[in-house]
T-cell receptor, first 118, second 120 residues
Framework: AQTVTQSQPEMSVQEAETVTLSCTYDTSESDYYLFWYKQPPSRQMILVIRQEAYKQQNATENRFSVNFQKAAKSFSLKISDSQLGDAAMYFCAYRSPNYGGSQGNLIFGKGTKLSVKP | GAVVSQHPSWVICKSGTSVKIECRSLDFQATTMFWYRQFPKQSLMLMATSNEGSKATYEQGVEKDKFLINHASLTLSTLTVTSAHPEDSSFYIC????????????????FGNGTRLTVT
């Protein structure tokens, strides 16, 4: 079974600075998808960024980028120019492709609470 | 963008009663919906996978007779917590996958806003 580990329960960053959130996962599959979700106090799950395992190029979305190391099974999220609105819980998630019996559900890590200091 | 409406957003009920939570995909068809449960300051735990027109698939440890899931149409899945007890108090979140997206296996899941259930 696949597992997702986020080893940092809490992180803090100064506004306008850069912060990196760690995520590692365990799987025997070669084809899968990885996601970072943000959950603000409203509890709404917001997709931040996603990465297909078959792509070597790291995904980027504006101030958000990932460092995907497939061999190491590592998928860290870098937030540049941190803003107050970035404060939230961040969940790393793994998803199998929906074939071969998989429904494609998400497996979440335990989350990292990010605080942004003004 | 794809919108998933979850209702109610919060509900308080007495112990022993049943509560129904609805999850609707407003602008897309969802053959598969997922129901998650989230305890305070914890991650989302998958409870069950709901497939339109068929029985739901429950994760190990989730009582299917207590958490009834119905996915009667391509846009609606319901979760009914039967004979609720205080330990059922939690945050429940649904998500749905757009079946119409090209390469839908790669499409992200769209989440509802969640339902906070409090059982007194």
């Amino acid at each position: 079974a696949q597992t997702v580990t986020q080893s940092q329960p809490e992180m803090s960053v100064q506004e306008a600075e850069t912060v990196t959130l760690s995520c590692t996962y365990d799987t025997s599959e070669s084809d899968y998808y990885l996601f970072w979700y943000k959950q603000p106090p409203s509890r709404q799950m917001i997709l931040v960024i996603r990465q297909e395992a078959y792509k070597q190029q790291n995904a980027t979305e504006n101030r958000f980028s990932v460092n995907f190391q497939k061999a190491a099974k590592s998928f860290s999220l870098k937030i540049s120019d941190s803003q107050l609105g970035d404060a939230a819980m961040y969940f790393c998630a793994y998803r199998s492709p929906n074939y071969g019996g998989s429904q494609g559900n998400l497996i979440f890590g335990k989350g990292t609470k990010l605080s942004v200091k003004p | 963008g794809a919108v998933v409406s979850q209702h109610p957003s919060w509900v308080i009920c007495k112990s022993g009663t049943s509560v129904k939570i609805e999850c609707r995909s407003l602008d897309f068809q969802a053959t598969t919906m997922f129901w998650y449960r989230q305890f305070p300051k914890q991650s989302l735990m998958l409870m069950a996978t709901s497939n339109e027109g068929s029985k739901a698939t429950y994760e190990q440890g989730v009582e299917k007779d207590k958490f009834l899931i119905n996915h009667a149409s391509l846009t609606l899945s319901t979760l009914t917590v039967t004979s609720a007890h205080p330990e059922d108090s939690s945050f429940y979140i649904c998500s749905a996958r757009d079946r119409g997206t090209v390469g839908s296996y790669n499409s992200p899941l769209h989440f509802g806003n969640g339902t906070r259930l409090t059982v007194t």
